[in-house]
């Protein structure tokens, strides 16, 4: 009879943690390790220290639903995506009381998703199709409700991390 072998779950989540790891004068890695070290480093790649997440919108809107709803949604949208790791997801607002939309001034709502790279077109298509979905829902007298996403170079992207 076979025994299961039990895998532990890395407790490396973050660059730093992985940084700091790294640098140990005694690391002595087993193969267990090596093998957990190895999914981390795939994980902190693919998803990366991202995503911003940033919610333009009509101060009015703001001042009519606050801004708990919107953020939530957004943030639960992206932790369920799959596509990014609980602790970097970053959400805010930025309210507006200027602004023309189409030519009148309806309350407007846009978020402008800043992802690592590496997700594919359909990955980035169904996770902004998902976020405005959400958002349609709490705010269906909203008449423009949109998203795009744009992807940071891993090659130019730096952070607290990633320098000395």
């Known amino acids: 009879m076979r025994r299961a072998r039990q895998v532990m779950a890395c407790p490396i989540r973050t660059c730093a943690e992985l940084t700091s790891f790294l640098r140990c004068p005694t690391l002595k890695q087993t193969q267990l390790e090596r093998r957990q070290l190895h999914a981390t480093l795939l994980l902190l790649i693919v998803r990366g220290p991202m995503p911003h997440l940033i919610i333009d919108c009509s101060d009015r809107l703001l001042a009519a639903h606050g801004s708990g709803g919107m953020l939530a949604t957004v943030f639960d949208v992206a932790r369920d995506s799959g596509l990014f790791a609980v602790q970097d997801i970053k959400v805010r607002i930025r309210p507006y009381a200027d ?19 590496g ?12 976020v405005v979905s959400a958002l349609k829902k709490i705010l269906p007298d909203v008449p423009v409700i949109s998203m795009n996403v744009m992807e ?3 090659a130019t992207y730096n952070n607290r991390t990633t320098v000395a």
């Open 152 to 154: 940071f170079e891993k």
């Open 119 to 130: 997700r594919t077109i359909e990955q980035r298509h169904e996770f902004s199709k998902a």
């Open 99 to 117: 602004f023309v939309t189409g030519g009148s001034d309806d309350d407007f709502l846009h978020v402008f998703a800043y992802i690592m790279q």
